[in-house]
């Protein structure tokens, strides 16, 4: 199994980048598929990106398509999520999560959580 750990997050605002980090400790990381959730106040959880094994292939929530960009390093055990142009209606604590083999879009279909980050964008 992995644990990822997310870092990032923080306060911008409107059109600012940033980037989010997620290191998952723990074995063949090079097995899993990565995925970027997040869950704003008094909503469930939104998929927001995720890269697949082999190939790492990458998809995107529509909202962030163009936006956002997934990166994988596997020599680091390290997923990042680019984000670009930040709307605040991206604001929302976002999380890494692992699950074996190919990409899926549903939260409970991910086995293996991180500790959210909150980011915060203003207007």
């Known amino acids: 199994q992995v644990r990822p750990v997310v870092s990032g997050g923080g306060l911008v605002h409107a059109g600012d980048s940033m980037r989010l980090s997620c290191v998952a400790s723990?074995?063949?990381?090079?097995?899993?598929?990565m995925g970027w959730f997040r869950q704003a106040p008094g909503k469930e959880h939104e998929f927001v990106a995720a890269?697949?094994?082999?190939?790492?292939?990458?998809d995107y929530e529509d909202s962030v398509e163009g936006r956002f960009t997934i990166s994988i390093d596997n020599a680091k055990n390290a997923v990042y999520l680019q984000m670009s142009s930040l709307k605040p209606e991206d604001t929302a604590v976002y999380y890494c999560?692992?699950?074996?083999?190919?990409?899926?879009?549903?939260?409970?279909?991910?086995?293996?959580w991180g500790r959210g980050t909150a980011v915060t964008v203003s207007s």
């Open positions: 890269i697949g094994v082999i190939p790492r292939d990458t």
């Open positions: 999560a692992a699950r074996h083999r190919e990409i899926r879009y549903r939260s409970w279909e991910y086995h293996y």
């Open positions: 723990g074995h063949l990381f090079s097995t899993y598929a």
